[in-house]
């Protein structure tokens, strides 16, 4: 129900523009975010912002560097990507959620809609 666009190889320094739309679903998110996985370590919390968009959170490696925002379309998330780093390479993924169990706005276990993800590489 979620499909992420926009990954891609860049070099060292780059930027990336990563999309998120939801489909088919009748009501609103009110939280989604972005989590990202690199080859033999766990998936982690790298942005999320909620329905209004006045509230956003990042992970540490990505404040200063990353900036998750909500597109006019409902449903829609996206994080702009810079000054990339080669740890930045990983498969990104767009999560969200409405209401349930919350752990916290980068915590895997806050969100219950998951896309495919996409892949970034740098290099």
């Known amino acids: 129900q979620l499909v992420e666009s926009g990954g891609g190889s860049v070099q060292a320094g780059g930027s990336l523009r990563l999309s998120c739309a939801a489909s088919?679903?009748?009501?609103?998110?009110?939280?989604m975010g972005w989590f990202r996985q690199a080859p033999g370590k766990e998936r982690e919390g790298v942005a999320s912002?909620?329905?209004?968009?006045?509230?956003?959170y990042y992970s540490d490696s990505a404040k200063g560097r990353f900036i998750v925002s909500r597109g006019n379309e409902k449903n829609t998330v996206y994080l702009q990507l810079s000054s990339l780093k080669p740890e930045d390479t990983a498969m990104y993924y767009c999560?969200?959620?409405?209401?349930?169990?919350?752990?916290?706005?980068?915590?895997?276990?806050?969100?219950?809609?998951w896309g495919q993800g996409t892949q970034v590489t740098v290099s």
């Open positions: 912002i909620n329905s209004g968009g006045g509230g956003t």
């Open positions: 088919r679903l009748p009501f609103t998110l009110n939280f």
């Open positions: 999560a969200a959620r409405t209401y349930g169990d919350w752990e916290g706005p980068l915590a895997e276990k806050s969100f219950y809609y």
